[in-house]
Each structure stands twice: as C-alpha cells, then as structure tokens.
C-alpha cells in the first residue's frame, strides 16, 4: 500500500510552532498516521465543505482535505478547538 504525503500550508506551519513542545510532538505522531491512513478512527469530515477533514489532538484540530487520486493530505490549519473554524 502506497504512502500518502503530508503536506503543511504555510498558516498551519507557523500555527504548529506556536503550539507548546507536548502539544507539537502529538500532533507531528498525529500528522505520521496521517501518511498511511489519511481517515483514521475519529476524524470527521466537516459539513459545508466539499473535501475537508478533522482529526483532534486533545484540544487542538487538524483541517486537511485528502487526494486519492495523487496520495497527498494537505493540512490547512491546526490550532485549538475555540479558534481553529473561524
């Protein structure tokens, strides 16, 4: 089975760093199953949008979407659960 590629946009990138060091590491684990299954046990696809997910890590979020067709998971932003769908 291939490999997706995960991908971070330039706002999640810098959202990631500003996160505190535990919180950084759980999500980059997070962001390495993202690689083997993009749809994993309790992420949602959100409402509204054609091709977006969500997967939590303790108080914060992941919004991805995925493309079968090239195996890549895109992440467009990470940050806590009160911000991150504004």
């Not at 993009?38 to 493309?67: A, Q, T």
Request: aromatic letters at 8%; one cysteine or more.
């Amino acid at each position: 089975m291939n490999n997706y590629q995960v991908v971070l946009s330039k706002t999640a990138e810098k959202e990631l760093y500003k996160l505190p060091t535990q919180v950084i590491l759980k999500i980059i684990e997070t962001l390495k199953t993202l690689e083997i299954n993009p749809r994993p046990n309790g992420c949602k696809k959100l409402k509204g949008f054609k091709n977006l997910w969500r997967v939590r890590v303790g108080n914060y979020r992941i919004i991805y979407s995925i493309d079968d067709v090239i195996l890549l998971v895109d992440v467009r932003e990470i940050g806590d659960r009160k911000d991150v769908y504004k």
